[in-house]
């Protein structure tokens, strides 16, 4: 049973920054360094976005709102992907998910979700 167990989020004034992790536990078929890693968000009202991602080869790709702010990164030997999150803005304010997916194995794995608010 693959788990994906995000944590960081928080409450965070504007212009503060917010660092989350997650951290996937349980064996994944064809290991976790073979995943593409994501992280999306969903406000209220809103459709599940994708935020940030990183390839198996550390290719990156960010949502064009955050690009400059925000930076993902991941650790295989720990099974963990990171969001770094700076000059965070009121419409940062979500629950990120983080996810694991590889076509190739057939898996597509969510995390349940942490909640960041950013306000005054």
């Known amino acids: 049973q693959v788990q994906l167990v995000e944590s960081g989020g928080g409450l965070v004034q504007p212009g503060g920054s917010l660092r989350l992790s997650c951290a996937a536990s349980?064996?994944?078929?064809?290991?976790?360094?073979?995943?593409?890693m994501n992280w999306y968000r969903q406000a209220p009202g809103k459709q599940r976005e994708l935020v940030a991602a990183?390839?198996?080869?550390?290719?990156?790709s960010y949502l064009d709102s955050v690009k400059g702010r925000f930076t993902i990164s991941r650790d295989n030997a720990n099974k963990a992907v990171y969001l770094q999150m700076n000059s965070l803005k009121s419409e940062d304010t979500a629950v990120y998910y983080c996810n694991a997916n590889d076509a190739f194995a057939g898996y597509d794995y969510w995390g349940q979700g942490t909640q960041v608010t950013v306000n005054s």
């Open positions: 990183i390839t198996r080869v550390g290719t990156t």
């Open positions: 349980g064996s994944i078929l064809r290991g976790f360094s073979l995943a593409a």
